[in-house]
T-cell receptor
Framework: DADVTQTPRNRITKTGKRIMLECSQT?????MYWYRQDPGLGLRLIYY???????NKGEISDGYSVSRQAQAKFSLSLESAIPNQTALYFC???????????FGQGTRLTVV | LAKTTQPISMDSYEGQEVNITCSHN???????ITWYQQFPSQGPRFIIQ???TKVTNEVASLFIPADRKSSTLSLPRVSLSDTAVYYC????????????FGKGTRLHILP
């Protein structure tokens, strides 16, 4: 089983719909991250969380919200999806004091 | 967070040594240098990390000069499977909660 699991792996949704992407980890890490990646571009940080009581905006948080339900779970929500949110979304985890982050397999989201 | 600059793309041939240089002129005293590798449609994977001088592991070497304003990732005897995007990141592993990626270097290995 993967250490960082994202669900769903692929999703097609309609403009205006609310959608949630989920991430769970078994590594016991305190820090969790959500990124989006557009074709040919690097990763951009959406939100990150130090622990269940700490949520921080990243580079591109507008149009997104997150929930850290437990240390092992970090969900990303698109309140009202729009086509330019079509992208590949990655969740990552890291332990404080370590630079190595571990990424999930990604969720390919298409908004039509 | 220190800004990094790396070449957008590079080509090389199988069996060659590839060196990718990253510039980070405003690196801070507590910052470490980390490199990640990303294959298409996969999440990035940690390759190597260093603070100064040279670090080597089974995958790559990382060379950091005394002023730490740049670093070079060295991939020995590359193969087609090394075709990927390589990201250089600089940050304080204790103080920074954020992990910010740049656009990376797209390495294309030719047969």
């Amino acid at each position: 089983d993967a250490d960082v699991t994202q669900t769903p792996r692929n999703r097609i949704t309609k403009t205006g719909k609310r959608i949630m992407l989920e991430c769970s980890q078994t590594k016991g890490h305190d820090r969790m991250y959500w990124y989006r990646q557009d074709p040919g571009l690097g990763l951009r940080l959406i939100y990150y969380s130090f622990d269940v009581k700490d949520i921080n905006k990243g580079e591109i948080s507008d149009g997104y919200s997150v929930s850290r339900q437990a240390q092992a779970k970090f969900s990303l929500s698109l309140e009202s999806a729009i086509p330019n949110q079509t992208a590949l979304y990655f969740c990552a985890t890291r332990s404080g004091g370590e630079t190595e982050a571990f990424f999930g397999q990604g969720t390919r989201l298409t908004v039509v | 967070l220190a800004k990094t600059t790396q070449p957008i793309s590079m080509d090389s041939y199988e069996g060659q040594e590839v060196n990718i240089t990253c510039s980070h002129n405003n690196i801070a005293t507590n910052d470490y240098i980390t490199w990640y590798q990303q294959f298409p449609s996969q999440g990035p994977r940690f390759i190597i990390q260093g603070y100064k001088t040279k670090v080597t592991n089974e995958v790559a070497s990382l060379f950091i000069p005394a002023d730490r304003k740049s670093s070079t990732l060295s991939l020995p005897r590359v193969s087609l499977s090394d075709t990927a995007v390589y990201y250089c990141l600089v940050g304080d592993i204790w103080g920074d909660d954020k992990i910010i990626f740049g656009k990376g270097t797209r390495l294309h290995i030719l047969p």
